[in-house]
């Protein structure tokens, strides 16, 4: 008998316990909101392309594969450009040779001019010339070693400097040439991973071509198209809430960025909210709930999710009458709040009580002595 008594006080007990909870339906506080749907962005993503024709010899790797600042990703057969900067070097090794012969001559042009050793040697014609015929001849004014000379070393200085612009067009040549050896590399400008390659080792691609999206995922952002209504209700800095679709989970953003124009045919601003760290991934879809005020105050009820339940697609919740027993009341369900609470447009009114967690069986005769929580 003592047994029996035991186990009735026993089962009494975990009854009164497995009671649900009783929740008094509130009004709903705080600023209206609206859901903006946006995509998960990284923070920064770069679309690498070919910049010269040939054919792709290294790609480092696939999609998922992280680098570092300053890696080499993808390069391009380069065989043909380093022959021709082999060429280009040999022709400015000739034309300082040109340079250095050029010097030469003007330095002999002013310690031995040409215009006074010109028949050079010391047979009797050639002393005869030098002695006799070319002072005569600039005597009566048909000859002048002066103007000679002149015309000499404006000759020799004029070689000079075609050997000097020759050089500088060689290493502008050369310049360009290590350019586009440069260009035949594609190196990482930040620390990311590879998104999407577009080639594989032996393609051949053409100036302009997309190589591979290279992005820095660690840090997120949800871009968007925010109607120009609620543009007035943001401001860079600004902490809004955001829903991912993953698990309907929500997650806090901040403004990072908001574009100074408005779209012209779906007047829209495009604004850009940071993500936090690790809690989703890029291209995924989310939502933003964005303040509206210009909407009237919240009149709206709210409950908490887990008192709804679904008769086929009609929501509905446990009503308690005045005698704590429920009652099935179908509602129109609005907008998710945080910590679990939902919105009721119709169905309910502030001050009422629910079933917070209606248990499977509940029936109009089920009664409970569960406290009101508010």
Known sequence: MRKWLMAILWLGANAVAAAPEVFVVKQAEGTPTVSV?????????????????????????????????????????????????RALLAQIAAADAQLRNASMQFNREIFSPRSRSAMGGMGIPNLFDQ??????????????????????????????????????????????????LRDARSIAPFDGVIVRKFVEVGDTVQPGQPLLNYADVEYLQVEVDVPARLRPGLREGMMIHAELDVNHRRVPVRVAQIFPM?????????????????????????????????????????????????????????????????????????????????????????????????????????????????
């Open 262 to 374: 408005a779209d012209p045919q779906r007047h829209t601003v495009k604004v850009k909210f940071d993500l936090p760290q690790g809690v989703s991934e890029p291209g995924m879809y989310a939502k933003v709930l964005v303040p509206d005020f210009n909407a009237p105050a919240r009149a709206n009820p709210v409950i908490p999710a887990s008192a709804i339940r679904y008769n086929g697609s009609l929501p509905a919740v446990y009503v308690l009458d005045e005698q704590d027993r429920p009652q099935l009341r179908l509602i129109r369900v609005g907008e998710a709040l945080p910590g679990g609470l939902t919105t009721v447009l119709s169905g309910l009114r502030p001050g009422e009580r629910i079933l917070a967690d209606p248990p499977a069986g509940v029936t109009a005769n089920w009664s409970t002595q569960s406290k009101p929580q508010h």
């Open 37 to 85: 749907g946006g995509t998960v962005i990284p923070y920064k993503e770069v679309t690498l392309a070919a910049q010269l024709p040939g054919r792709v010899k290294f790609l480092a790797g696939i999609e998922g594969d992280a680098f570092k600042k300053g890696d080499l990703l993808v390069a391009i057969d380069d065989r043909e450009l380093l022959a021709k900067r």
């Open 131 to 180: 002695m006799f015929t070319r002072p005569f001849e600039s005597f009566v004014g048909e000859r002048s070693q002066g103007v000679e000379r002149s015309a000499d070393l404006y000759s020799s200085g004029t070689q000079i400097e075609q050997a000097r612009s020759a050089i500088l067009r060689l290493q502008a040549e050369l310049q360009a040439l290590d350019s586009k």
